[in-house]
């Protein structure tokens, strides 16, 4: 990225991608009271 490599764009937008999947599946645990899955799909969102 500090340099504006060749594929840096499309590595940012694959890790955001990743971290919103993450975070959808995430959120589907939470709901059963499960903090720490709260907490994962913050920072997943945070994150992306």
Request: net charge negative; glycine share 4%; proline share 0%.
């Amino acid at each position: 990225m500090s340099i504006d490599g060749l594929l840096s764009t499309e590595l940012c937008k694959l890790c955001a991608d990743i971290c919103e999947r993450c975070a959808d599946e995430c959120e589907k645990h939470a709901d059963m009271g499960m903090e720490h899955y709260r907490q994962c799909a913050e920072a997943c969102r945070v994150c992306a």
